[in-house]
């Protein structure tokens, strides 16, 4: 590498000069939120998890998508508890994403979260890339129909395991549904008095476990990332990216961990985060919480980021 980039101050001067900045954020973004990230000790979902003794041997089989497909319980006993919320915060680390993008210093937010924090600060859709999917769909993991994901959120939030609509459809037009119907007859007379509308809601419930499970599109261990990571990064950004900035990741999963080092090598690397990575090599890193150093980079920059959560100077 020719120039020698190390210290804050030429983190500074690297923001001010770049033009197209590739930003590859992890859960550590959002934990000033109040949202765990995943590995912390104690305090990350995993660990979390462990102690609920969900009888999984690894915390992370609850996004493992042959398990899912075994028993969709685990995942959704969980699920309720990482939906994205709607109070609309996000943190000063997106805010820092969004301040570069007005500037016309992003390229592409390469975000690993599922929280959907990036909208709330303003990450336009096309700067951003969901490279772990998102909640925004879900699709049938039998007949692959797709619905807007807030449709399955209150059986989520209710405990429920979401069915197929169109499977349930489809099970009640060939007949199935009659065949339930008729053992309710058999078993209660007040069913069968009452149980005269076609389209009555518990016509479906004992054909439901037959209906396909709906899933929400976030990555699961075993999945395909979204085509738009490796399009997007192949075809357009390796050859634009002047800068990368790692923000709140481990780099523990790939193919999001092979980003990095896909990139040129000459194109200079910042990582900013708690805990440094030993498998990857950064030219600077920025060790500690990404709030206050992303607010101190602004700071020497000379950019006014302005946030709730952080200080007047
Ligand atoms: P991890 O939990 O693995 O890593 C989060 C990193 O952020 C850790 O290094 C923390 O030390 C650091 N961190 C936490 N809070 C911070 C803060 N306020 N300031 C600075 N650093 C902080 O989370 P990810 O790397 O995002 O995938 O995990 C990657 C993927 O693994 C996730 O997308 C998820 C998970 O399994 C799927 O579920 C498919
Ligand atoms: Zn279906």
Redesign the pocket.
């Known amino acids: 590498k020719l120039p020698n980039y190390n210290t804050i101050d030429d983190a500074v001067a690297l923001l001010k000069s770049s033009r197209n900045i590739v930003v590859l954020t ?4 959002s ?2 939120l109040g949202i765990p ?4 000790k104690e305090t ?1 979902l995993y660990s979390q998890l462990e102690k609920l003794g969900l009888g999984i041997s690894d915390p ?1 089989e609850v ?1 493992n998508i042959d398990i899912f497909r075994e028993d969709p319980t685990i995942f959704y006993s969980v699920a309720k508890d990482i939906l994205p919320d709607t109070k609309g915060l996000y943190s000063p680390t997106h805010a820092f994403i969004a301040k570069l993008q007005d500037q016309d210093k992003l390229l592409t937010n390469y975000s ?3 929280d959907n924090i990036e909208a709330n600060a303003g990450i336009r859709p096309d700067k951003l890339v969901q490279c ?1 999917g998102s909640f925004a769909t879900a699709t049938c993991q039998k007949c692959g129909y797709k619905v807007q994901g807030d449709t399955i959120f209150a059986d989520i939030k209710a405990g429920n395991i979401p069915r197929c609509e169109k499977c349930i459809a489809a099970l009640r037009s060939n007949g199935s549904v009659k065949r339930k119907r008729s053992y309710n007859k058999s078993t209660s007379k007040k069913t069968r008095r009452r149980s005269t509308d076609d389209d009555d809601d518990d016509d479906g419930q004992y054909d439901i476990p037959a209906a396909g499970v709906m899933k929400p599109d ?4 075993g999945e395909e990332l979204p085509d738009e990571f490796s399009q997007r990064l192949v075809k357009h950004d390796r050859d634009l990216v002047d800068l990368v900035i790692v ?7 790939a193919p ?1 961990s092979e980003v990095v080092p896909y990139l040129p090598p000459h194109i200079p690397q910042i990582y ?4 440094p990575v030993s498998h990857i090599n950064f030219d600077i890193d920025l060790l ?4 206050v150093i992303v607010a101190e980079l602004c700071r020497r920059a000379g950019w006014n980021l302005e946030h709730p959560m952080l200080k007047p100077d």
């Open positions: 992890g859960a550590g973004i934990t000033s990230d995943f590995r912390s990350g992370q996004f690993q979260n599922i772990h976030i990555t699961f261990f923000i709140g990741t481990s780099l523990k999963v999001v900013i985060s708690r805990t500690g919480d990404c709030d």
